[in-house]
């Protein structure tokens, strides 16, 4: 079940564009991996303290915090800058993970699913995993096996991320039973985060 307590963070980040009338058709899974031998706490709120910052020009659409915590950064209808020449049409999912040698939680790839599950539901997107993006760019793919990801030396999400599980969870493999993911929480969490978005921007 989601609860609501896991949707308790906004920061809206300077750090996002225009889709160009693009609509998603992509996840990218990321890792934040900052290199610091910080906690997951403290990689978490660093993370969030450089998608604030203007001069990064680095953001994503979300967090998964090492506890399961849902860190909205970016609406779904802009880019977030986290994959170059894929942002017009993929959403950015960062999973906090200090350093390469870090090992995700369980609790924290659960929640992905599930938010990977409503993210497919939503904007019709393919339940399967990609080995690239290079032909078929509708599904979900590490960044470290986009061509951007490649050319650039990324190794995000990397060798310890449990992509069988995962996929299991993602796509209802009934040998985990997580049973319907409440998704409600959701859409109530976004509703605020578009008002917020709107007052910031001077619309309200």
Excluded at 138 to 157: A, C, N
Excluded at 164 to 174: D, H, I, S
Aim: proline share 6%; hydrophobic share 35%; aromatic share 10%.
């Amino acid at each position: 079940m989601i609860r609501e307590e896991h949707i308790e963070e906004l920061i809206p980040s300077s750090n996002y564009g225009s889709r160009e009338g693009e609509e998603p058709r992509l996840i990218v899974i990321h890792s934040t991996r900052s290199g610091k031998l910080w906690t997951p706490d403290e990689e978490l709120h660093s993370t969030m303290n450089w998608f604030r910052n203007p001069a990064s020009q680095r953001s994503a659409h979300f967090i998964v915090g090492y506890e399961g915590e849902w860190i909205y950064c970016v609406p779904w209808d802009k880019e977030a800058y986290h994959a170059e020449e894929l942002n017009s049409y993929s959403i950015g999912l960062e999973f906090v993970q200090p350093t390469p040698v870090y090992e995700y939680s369980d609790i924290q790839i659960r929640r992905g699913a599930e938010a990977t599950i409503w993210l497919c539901g939503l904007f019709d997107i393919p339940k399967r995993r990609l080995a690239s993006d290079f032909g078929i760019v509708s599904g979900i793919v590490g960044h470290e096996s986009t061509d951007q990801g490649q050319g650039d030396g990324k190794s995000d999400p990397g060798d310890l991320f449990p992509w069988a599980k995962f996929m299991r969870l993602v796509q209802g493999n009934p040998v985990i039973t997580l049973g319907e993911p409440d998704t409600s929480g959701i859409e109530t969490a976004w509703a605020r985060i578009n008002k917020a978005i709107a007052v910031l921007e001077g619309r309200e």
